[in-house]
C-alpha cells in the first residue's frame, strides 16, 4: 500500500501538458480521429467538405441521432440494450403529426398553423415516448424479460403502430411553428447566435472557476492556474469558432427577400444574414448539458452508473435497481421524441420510414463513443462525438462519391475497429473509467 | 443480563424445496464478535442476509436491543445500523472510494445535487484513520488492491455509525499483512461496544477474533461454542460430524 495518486503527489509537476489540464484522453483521441476525418475529406473534396455550409448541415444532420444516443449511454450502462429507438421514433412522429395535421386543425377546428398546435404536439409526443418507454422499462426491470426481447419485440411493434397510425400515409406539412425545430427552418440568426456564445462562455468559465473554488474549499489538490486558462481560452475558441462557422452560411438572398416581405418589408440593397445556430442544435446542447448533469451531478446518475458496475452491490446498497430500469429506458423513450420532433420536422412531414435504421446508428454512436456493452461505463459528450464522427463518415462519403453499399462497409468497419482501439486503450491504461 | 443487541429467533428460508436455514436461533451481544461457521450451503450467508434485508425470510423473528424490529429490505435494516461488509458483492467498480461508500446515502447539496466534494472530504478523513496509507481517491476501485477495497467497505460501515456489523468473509481476498490490519480494525471496532458477527471458514481466525461461535449444517444450528473453552478440532468436528461438544450449546442441528 505505498500508491501514489497523481494527483495528491504532483500537482505541481504534471507528467505532461494534457495530465495537467487533467482533460480526459479518450476525449482527446476521439477528437483527434475527429479532426483527422475532416481533414481527409476536406482534402479528398477540394475543401468542400469544410465549408460553413457543409457544417451547418452536418451539425444538424448528426442532431437527431445525438440526442438519443445520449440517452442510449444510460441503456447501455445499466447493461440493457434498446433496439426500438427508430421505431420508437416513428410512432412518436406519427402521433405529433396527426395531432398537427388532424386532432387541431379538424377535431378541435382551430385550423392550420394554430399557435397552440406546436405545444401541444410536442407535449402530446413526449409523454407518448416517455410512456412507451417506461412500459418496456417495466417489461425489463419488473417481469425480467431480458432488454433484447423486449425491445426487438418493440422494434416491430412501434414501427407498424406508426404505420397503423397513419394508415401508411406520408403526413404533412408539418405546423409551420413545428418545423421551426428541423434544422433549416428555424435558427437563431447571427445577433441571438452571439449572444447564446456569449452565454456559454461565461457558463463554461463559472463552471471551471466554481469547481476550482469547490476543490480549494476542501483542501483537494487544483490544476496549476495556466492549466484552468488554457482549458478555458480552449472552450472560448470553440464556442467563437463554432457560431462564427454558422454565422458565417449565408440565407441565399431570394429566402431571405421572402423573409422581408413576410413582415411586410423590403429587403435593403446588399443586406446579407447569415442562418446561426439552428435550433435542433441549441436543443441538442441543452440536452447534452442535462444528461451530463444528470450523469455526474444526480443520484439517479450515480445509481445508473453503480447498478452498471455491479448490479448486485446496488442492490445491496438499497438501490431499487428495477425502477430505476423503468427511469432509463422511460427518458429512453422521452429522448426518442425529442429526436423525433427534430427528424420530423427536419423534412416537413412525417413518411413511414422516418427514423429507419436509427437504432443501429444510435447504438453505433454510444459504442464508437466509449460506452460499454459490459455496463458501468460511458459519458455523453462521448456518444455525441460518436453520432458526429459517423455523420461526417457517412455525409464525406457521399461527397465524395461513394456508393451507399460501400459508406455501408466502412461506417460498419469503423464502428468494429473504434471499439478495438478502445479495448486496447483500457488495457493500457489498466480499466480507466 | 441485559437483553442482547440482536437475536435471531428461529429464523427460517427455503428456496425452492431446500430448507436453507432451518430453524435457527442465535444471538449477539455488543462488543462481542459471534463467528458464523460452516461448509458452503450450510446456511450462513442466507441467515445473515436476512439480518442484512438483502434477502427476506419465511419466518422467524429478529430482535434488536429486546425489540422486535422489521427488517426486509437493506435499508430497512440500516435504519437499524445494521451494515454489512461482503467480501466480493459490494463495491461497485467502476466508482471510485467516496462514491462507494456513500452508495445509497449520498450526501447532497442545497440544490439536490451529489456533492461529491464534501463525500470526497468525509472519505478523506475517515480513510485517514482506518487506512492512512490510502491516496487512490480518485480511482476507480476496480484499480485498487484487495486490502484497500475491503478498507472502503469497512470505512463505509464504521462511518454510518453500525451498531451492528456483518462482515462475510472479510479477508478470504487479503495477504497476511492485510489480514492483520483487518483483525486490527475489528478489535478496535469491538472496543467501541459494536457487535460484529463474523462469517468465516478459517478456524484459526475464529479462534483468534472470536468470543463464541456459531455453527451451521444443512441449514441447522449444530450448536453455539465459547471459543476459549473448545479446541479447533472441536470446531472442526461441529462443521465437518455435527457433533456439538459438552461445553457447548447444543442446537437442532447437533448429533449425538
Redesign the interface.
Known amino acids: 500500500m505505498t500508491d501514489t495518486s497523481p494527483a495528491a503527489s504532483a500537482p505541481a509537476k504534471p507528467r505532461n501538458f494534457f495530465a495537467a489540464l487533467e482533460v480526459d484522453t479518450r476525449l482527446i483521441g476521439m477528437i483527434g480521429a475527429f479532426v483527422i476525418i475532416c481533414l481527409i475529406f476536406n482534402f479528398l473534396t477540394d475543401g468542400r467538405f469544410m465549408t460553413p455550409r457543409n457544417i451547418f448541415n452536418l451539425t444538424i444532420q448528426t442532431a437527431s441521432v445525438a440526442i438519443m444516443a445520449t440517452g442510449m449511454v444510460f441503456v447501455i450502462v445499466t447493461r440493457h440494450i434498446d433496439l426500438s429507438v427508430g421505431a420508437l421514433l416513428a410512432t412518436c412522429s406519427a402521433v405529433m403529426a396527426m395531432i398537427q395535421t388532424l386532432v387541431m386543425p379538424d377535431w378541435l377546428g382551430l385550423g392550420l398553423d394554430h399557435p397552440a398546435t406546436m405545444p401541444v404536439a410536442i407535449i402530446v409526443g413526449m409523454a407518448t415516448g416517455a410512456a412507451i418507454g417506461a412500459f418496456q422499462g417495466w417489461l425489463v426491470g419488473y417481469l425480467t424479460i431480458p432488454a433484447f426481447i423486449v425491445t426487438l419485440g418493440g422494434y416491430l411493434v412501434w414501427r407498424n403502430v406508426a404505420w397503423h397510425l397513419t394508415s401508411g400515409q406520408t403526413i404533412g406539412p408539418l405546423d409551420s411553428n413545428f418545423q421551426l425545430f428541423g434544422g433549416i427552418n428555424g435558427t437563431l440568426g447571427e445577433s441571438w447566435s452571439w449572444i447564446f456564445a456569449v452565454f456559454a462562455i461565461i457558463g463554461s468559465v463559472y463552471a471551471l472557476w466554481q469547481s476550482r473554488r469547490t476543490k480549494v474549499k476542501h483542501e483537494f489538490p487544483v490544476k496549476p492556474i495556466w492549466a484552468e486558462m488554457v482549458l478555458g481560452a480552449i472552450i472560448a475558441v470553440t464556442i467563437v469558432g463554432f457560431v462564427a462557422i454558422l454565422n458565417t452560411y449565408e440565407i441565399p438572398v431570394r429566402r431571405l427577400q421572402r423573409i422581408y416581405e413576410a413582415r411586410g418589408e423590403v429587403l435593403p440593397e446588399g443586406v446579407t444574414q447569415g442562418y446561426g445556430l439552428p435550433i435542433s442544435v441549441l436543443l441538442l446542447i441543452v440536452i447534452a448539458i442535462a444528461m451530463t448533469i444528470i450523469a455526474r451531478r444526480t443520484r439517479l446518475g450515480r445509481y445508473i452508473f453503480a447498478t452498471g458496475g455491479n448490479p448486485e452491490a446496488a442492490v445491496l446498497a438499497g438501490i431499487n435497481t428495477r425502477l430505476l430500469t423503468v427511469k432509463v429506458f422511460a427518458l429512453m423513450g422521452l429522448l426518442c421524441a425529442i429526436s423525433a420532433i427534430v427528424a420530423s420536422s427536419r423534412q416537413t412531414f412525417h413518411s413511414n420510414d422516418i427514423g429507419t435504421l436509427d437504432e443501429l446508428r444510435v447504438i453505433a454512436a454510444a459504442v464508437i463513443g466509449g460506452t460499454a456493452l459490459s455496463g458501468g461505463m460511458g459519458t455523453i459528450y462521448g456518444a455525441i462525438l460518436g453520432a458526429l464522427i459517423m455523420q461526417s463518415l457517412q455525409s464525406g462519403m457521399a461527397m465524395v462519391g461513394v456508393d451507399a453499399p460501400y459508406q455501408n462497409m466502412v461506417v460498419g468497419s469503423v464502428l468494429v475497429v473504434a471499439v478495438l482501439i478502445d479495448i486496447i486503450y483500457r488495457r493500457r491504461t489498466g480499466d480507466k473509467v | 443480563m441485559t437483553a442482547p443487541l440482536v437475536e435471531l429467533r428461529d429464523m427460517q428460508k427455503s428456496f425452492g424445496g431446500i430448507k436453507a436455514v432451518d430453524h435457527v436461533t442465535i444471538d449477539l451481544h455488543p462488543g462481542e464478535v459471534v463467528g458464523v461457521l460452516g461448509h458452503n450451503g450450510a446456511g450462513k450467508s442466507v441467515l445473515m442476509k436476512m439480518l442484512?434485508g438483502?434477502l427476506q425470510r419465511d419466518a422467524g423473528e429478529i430482535w434488536i436491543n429486546g425489540e422486535q424490529a422489521a427488517i426486509s429490505?437493506?435499508?430497512d435494516a440500516?435504519n437499524y445500523q445494521i451494515e454489512?461488509i461482503?467480501q466480493y458483492?459490494?463495491?461497485?467498480?467502476?466508482?471510485d472510494a467516496a462514491?462507494?461508500l456513500f452508495?445509497?446515502?449520498?450526501l447532497?447539496t442545497r440544490m439536490?445535487?451529489?456533492n461529491?466534494?464534501?463525500m470526497?472530504?468525509e472519505t478523506r478523513k475517515i480513510m485517514k484513520r482506518l487506512?492512512p496509507?490510502?491516496?487512490?481517491?480518485?480511482?476507480?476501485v476496480?484499480?485498487l488492491?484487495g486490502?484497500?477495497r475491503q478498507s472502503v467497505a469497512i470505512a463505509r460501515a464504521v462511518y454510518f455509525n453500525a451498531r451492528i456489523l456483518i462482515m462475510d468473509e472479510p479477508t478470504a481476498a487479503l495477504g497476511v499483512q492485510e489480514t492483520r490490519m483487518v483483525a486490527e480494525l475489528i478489535e478496535q471496532l469491538k472496543s467501541e461496544g459494536i457487535g460484529i458477527f463474523l462469517i468465516d471458514h478459517d478456524i484459526h481466525q475464529v479462534k483468534m477474533l472470536c468470543d463464541r461461535a456459531n455453527v451451521l449444517r444443512t441449514g441447522q444450528l449444530v450448536g453455539t461454542v465459547k471459543v476459549d473453552e473448545v479446541s479447533e478440532d472441536d470446531m472442526l468436528g461441529m462443521i465437518i460430524a455435527g457433533k456439538c461438544p459438552p461445553q457447548g450449546v447444543p442446537g437442532p442441528g447437533a448429533l449425538a
Open positions: 442484512s438483502a429490505n437493506p435499508r440500516r454489512t461482503y458483492l459490494a463495491l461497485a467498480d467502476n466508482l462514491s462507494n452508495l445509497g446515502r449520498e447532497i439536490g445535487f451529489v461529491d466534494a464534501l470526497e472530504a487506512n496509507n490510502f491516496r487512490r481517491f480518485h480511482t476507480p476496480a484499480g488492491s486490502g484497500q
